[in-house]
Antibody, heavy 119, light 111 residues
Protein backbone atom coordinates (compact mmCIF):
# COMPACT_ATOMS: atom_id res chain seq x y z
CA UNK A 1 0.00 0.00 0.00
CA UNK A 2 1.39 3.37 -1.02
CA UNK A 3 1.85 5.68 1.96
CA UNK A 4 3.10 9.25 2.04
CA UNK A 5 3.51 10.89 5.43
CA UNK A 6 4.35 14.58 5.68
CA UNK A 7 5.84 16.33 8.67
CA UNK A 8 7.47 19.62 9.59
CA UNK A 9 4.57 22.03 9.35
CA UNK A 10 4.04 24.74 11.93
CA UNK A 11 3.38 28.36 12.79
CA UNK A 12 5.94 31.02 11.99
CA UNK A 13 6.36 34.68 11.23
CA UNK A 14 6.85 36.23 7.79
CA UNK A 15 10.42 36.00 6.60
CA UNK A 16 11.02 32.72 8.41
CA UNK A 17 12.14 29.35 7.08
CA UNK A 18 10.77 25.83 7.38
CA UNK A 19 11.69 22.41 6.04
CA UNK A 20 8.94 19.94 5.22
CA UNK A 21 9.59 16.21 4.97
CA UNK A 22 7.67 13.37 3.38
CA UNK A 23 8.42 9.75 4.13
CA UNK A 24 7.31 7.31 1.44
CA UNK A 25 6.59 3.59 1.68
CA UNK A 26 4.82 0.86 -0.23
CA UNK A 27 6.49 1.54 -3.58
CA UNK A 28 9.97 1.89 -5.12
CA UNK A 29 10.54 5.55 -4.23
CA UNK A 30 13.65 5.98 -6.39
CA UNK A 31 11.63 5.08 -9.51
CA UNK A 32 9.17 7.97 -9.32
CA UNK A 33 9.00 11.69 -9.75
CA UNK A 34 7.58 13.39 -6.65
CA UNK A 35 5.61 16.61 -6.22
CA UNK A 36 4.55 19.08 -3.56
CA UNK A 37 1.06 20.55 -3.90
CA UNK A 38 -0.45 23.12 -1.55
CA UNK A 39 -3.91 24.31 -0.64
CA UNK A 40 -4.50 27.65 1.04
CA UNK A 41 -7.41 27.76 3.52
CA UNK A 42 -10.69 27.59 1.63
CA UNK A 43 -8.91 27.64 -1.74
CA UNK A 44 -8.07 25.21 -4.50
CA UNK A 45 -5.06 23.03 -5.19
CA UNK A 46 -1.84 24.63 -6.40
CA UNK A 47 1.15 22.64 -7.65
CA UNK A 48 4.35 23.93 -6.00
CA UNK A 49 7.29 21.88 -7.24
CA UNK A 50 8.40 18.51 -8.50
CA UNK A 51 11.61 16.53 -8.82
CA UNK A 52 12.69 13.64 -10.99
CA UNK A 53 13.95 10.27 -9.84
CA UNK A 54 17.60 11.18 -9.23
CA UNK A 55 17.07 14.84 -8.32
CA UNK A 56 18.67 16.21 -11.47
CA UNK A 57 15.48 17.92 -12.69
CA UNK A 58 13.45 20.28 -10.53
CA UNK A 59 10.57 22.56 -11.47
CA UNK A 60 8.74 25.21 -9.48
CA UNK A 61 5.67 27.39 -9.74
CA UNK A 62 6.72 30.99 -10.39
CA UNK A 63 5.56 32.26 -7.00
CA UNK A 64 8.10 30.16 -5.09
CA UNK A 65 11.10 30.24 -7.44
CA UNK A 66 14.21 31.39 -5.60
CA UNK A 67 12.61 30.83 -2.18
CA UNK A 68 11.71 27.12 -2.10
CA UNK A 69 13.96 24.15 -2.84
CA UNK A 70 12.73 20.62 -3.45
CA UNK A 71 15.09 17.71 -2.78
CA UNK A 72 15.04 14.00 -2.08
CA UNK A 73 17.07 11.28 -0.39
CA UNK A 74 16.39 7.98 -2.13
CA UNK A 75 18.32 6.04 0.55
CA UNK A 76 15.83 7.30 3.12
CA UNK A 77 12.75 7.18 0.85
CA UNK A 78 12.20 10.82 1.69
CA UNK A 79 11.18 14.01 -0.07
CA UNK A 80 11.84 17.49 1.26
CA UNK A 81 10.76 21.06 0.70
CA UNK A 82 12.98 23.80 2.09
CA UNK A 83 10.94 27.01 2.32
CA UNK A 84 12.69 30.34 2.89
CA UNK A 85 11.50 33.95 3.07
CA UNK A 86 8.00 32.80 3.83
CA UNK A 87 5.06 35.17 3.39
CA UNK A 88 1.45 35.06 4.59
CA UNK A 89 0.51 33.93 1.05
CA UNK A 90 2.43 30.69 1.68
CA UNK A 91 -0.04 29.68 4.41
CA UNK A 92 -1.49 26.37 3.26
CA UNK A 93 -1.72 22.65 3.76
CA UNK A 94 1.23 21.15 1.88
CA UNK A 95 0.71 17.74 0.31
CA UNK A 96 3.39 15.35 -0.80
CA UNK A 97 2.31 13.46 -3.92
CA UNK A 98 3.61 10.72 -6.16
CA UNK A 99 4.09 12.00 -9.69
CA UNK A 100 4.26 9.52 -12.56
CA UNK A 101 6.46 11.80 -14.65
CA UNK A 102 5.89 12.14 -18.40
CA UNK A 103 2.56 13.95 -18.33
CA UNK A 104 2.98 14.38 -14.56
CA UNK A 105 -0.06 12.43 -13.48
CA UNK A 106 -0.35 12.61 -9.69
CA UNK A 107 -1.69 9.32 -8.42
CA UNK A 108 -1.19 9.24 -4.65
CA UNK A 109 -1.35 11.96 -2.01
CA UNK A 110 -0.25 12.25 1.59
CA UNK A 111 -2.52 13.64 4.29
CA UNK A 112 -0.79 17.00 4.29
CA UNK A 113 0.96 19.22 6.81
CA UNK A 114 -0.23 22.72 7.71
CA UNK A 115 2.07 25.72 7.40
CA UNK A 116 0.78 28.96 8.91
CA UNK A 117 2.66 32.20 8.32
CA UNK A 118 1.39 35.11 10.36
CA UNK A 119 2.65 38.08 12.30
CA UNK B 1 0.21 31.11 -18.72
CA UNK B 2 -2.50 28.58 -19.44
CA UNK B 3 -5.50 27.85 -17.24
CA UNK B 4 -7.99 25.08 -16.61
CA UNK B 5 -11.49 26.49 -16.01
CA UNK B 6 -14.16 24.62 -14.07
CA UNK B 7 -17.64 25.69 -12.94
CA UNK B 8 -17.55 26.92 -9.36
CA UNK B 9 -20.38 24.66 -8.25
CA UNK B 10 -22.93 22.12 -9.44
CA UNK B 11 -25.80 20.43 -7.67
CA UNK B 12 -28.03 17.48 -8.39
CA UNK B 13 -30.31 15.04 -6.63
CA UNK B 14 -29.39 11.54 -5.45
CA UNK B 15 -29.69 8.95 -8.20
CA UNK B 16 -29.25 11.49 -10.98
CA UNK B 17 -26.28 12.15 -13.25
CA UNK B 18 -24.01 15.19 -13.14
CA UNK B 19 -21.22 16.33 -15.45
CA UNK B 20 -18.38 18.66 -14.49
CA UNK B 21 -16.41 20.36 -17.26
CA UNK B 22 -12.78 21.46 -17.43
CA UNK B 23 -11.78 23.80 -20.26
CA UNK B 24 -8.14 24.17 -21.29
CA UNK B 25 -7.19 27.71 -22.38
CA UNK B 26 -4.18 26.43 -24.31
CA UNK B 27 -6.37 24.94 -27.01
CA UNK B 28 -4.49 21.64 -26.94
CA UNK B 29 -6.31 19.44 -24.48
CA UNK B 30 -5.92 16.43 -26.75
CA UNK B 31 -2.12 16.67 -26.50
CA UNK B 32 -1.95 16.23 -22.72
CA UNK B 33 -3.74 13.91 -20.34
CA UNK B 34 -6.40 15.17 -17.92
CA UNK B 35 -6.90 13.76 -14.44
CA UNK B 36 -9.70 14.25 -11.90
CA UNK B 37 -9.44 14.27 -8.12
CA UNK B 38 -12.11 14.12 -5.44
CA UNK B 39 -11.57 15.94 -2.17
CA UNK B 40 -14.01 15.51 0.66
CA UNK B 41 -14.02 18.13 3.45
CA UNK B 42 -11.04 17.76 5.74
CA UNK B 43 -9.42 15.06 3.62
CA UNK B 44 -6.63 14.80 1.08
CA UNK B 45 -7.51 14.50 -2.61
CA UNK B 46 -7.84 11.08 -4.18
CA UNK B 47 -7.64 10.16 -7.84
CA UNK B 48 -10.92 9.19 -9.51
CA UNK B 49 -9.97 9.45 -13.21
CA UNK B 50 -6.59 9.55 -14.95
CA UNK B 51 -5.55 9.78 -18.61
CA UNK B 52 -8.94 11.29 -19.56
CA UNK B 53 -11.08 8.19 -18.92
CA UNK B 54 -9.21 5.60 -16.85
CA UNK B 55 -10.46 4.64 -13.40
CA UNK B 56 -8.02 3.70 -10.63
CA UNK B 57 -8.81 0.42 -8.94
CA UNK B 58 -11.47 0.85 -6.28
CA UNK B 59 -13.23 3.76 -7.98
CA UNK B 60 -16.84 2.84 -8.83
CA UNK B 61 -17.81 2.68 -12.49
CA UNK B 62 -20.34 5.42 -11.77
CA UNK B 63 -17.36 7.74 -12.38
CA UNK B 64 -16.36 8.27 -15.99
CA UNK B 65 -14.23 10.75 -17.92
CA UNK B 66 -14.14 12.04 -21.48
CA UNK B 67 -12.70 14.76 -23.67
CA UNK B 68 -14.19 16.91 -26.41
CA UNK B 69 -11.43 18.28 -28.64
CA UNK B 70 -13.84 20.58 -30.49
CA UNK B 71 -14.53 22.53 -27.28
CA UNK B 72 -11.08 21.89 -25.82
CA UNK B 73 -12.59 20.49 -22.68
CA UNK B 74 -12.61 17.39 -20.52
CA UNK B 75 -15.52 16.18 -18.45
CA UNK B 76 -16.14 14.11 -15.36
CA UNK B 77 -19.51 12.40 -15.22
CA UNK B 78 -20.93 10.83 -12.07
CA UNK B 79 -24.04 8.72 -12.51
CA UNK B 80 -26.35 7.32 -9.84
CA UNK B 81 -25.34 10.11 -7.48
CA UNK B 82 -24.93 9.26 -3.83
CA UNK B 83 -24.67 11.64 -0.89
CA UNK B 84 -21.10 10.37 -0.36
CA UNK B 85 -20.16 11.88 -3.75
CA UNK B 86 -20.60 15.35 -2.28
CA UNK B 87 -17.10 16.84 -2.48
CA UNK B 88 -14.84 19.21 -4.37
CA UNK B 89 -13.58 17.94 -7.73
CA UNK B 90 -10.40 19.17 -9.44
CA UNK B 91 -9.10 18.57 -12.93
CA UNK B 92 -5.36 18.51 -13.61
CA UNK B 93 -3.12 18.48 -16.65
CA UNK B 94 0.39 19.29 -17.77
CA UNK B 95 1.82 22.00 -20.04
CA UNK B 96 5.43 22.67 -20.85
CA UNK B 97 4.97 26.33 -19.89
CA UNK B 98 3.09 26.03 -16.60
CA UNK B 99 4.24 22.53 -15.88
CA UNK B 100 1.54 21.00 -13.62
CA UNK B 101 -1.86 22.74 -13.65
CA UNK B 102 -4.99 22.33 -11.56
CA UNK B 103 -8.43 23.69 -12.31
CA UNK B 104 -10.03 25.93 -9.72
CA UNK B 105 -12.26 23.15 -8.42
CA UNK B 106 -15.98 22.45 -8.53
CA UNK B 107 -18.09 21.98 -5.42
CA UNK B 108 -20.61 19.19 -5.98
CA UNK B 109 -23.69 19.30 -3.79
CA UNK B 110 -25.97 16.26 -3.71
CA UNK B 111 -29.28 17.51 -2.36
Amino acid sequence: EVQLVESGGGFLQPGGSLRLSCEASGFTFRSYWMSWVRQAPGKGLEWVANINQDGSEKYYVDSVKGRFTISRDNAKNSLYLQMNRLTVEDTAVYYCARDRGGYHIIDYWGQGTLVTVSS
Amino acid sequence: NFMLTQPHSVSESPGKTVTISCTDSSGSIASTYVQWYQQRPGSAPISVIYEYDQRPSGVPDRFSGSIDSSSNSASLTISGLKTEDEADYYCQSYHRTNHVLFGGGTKLTVL
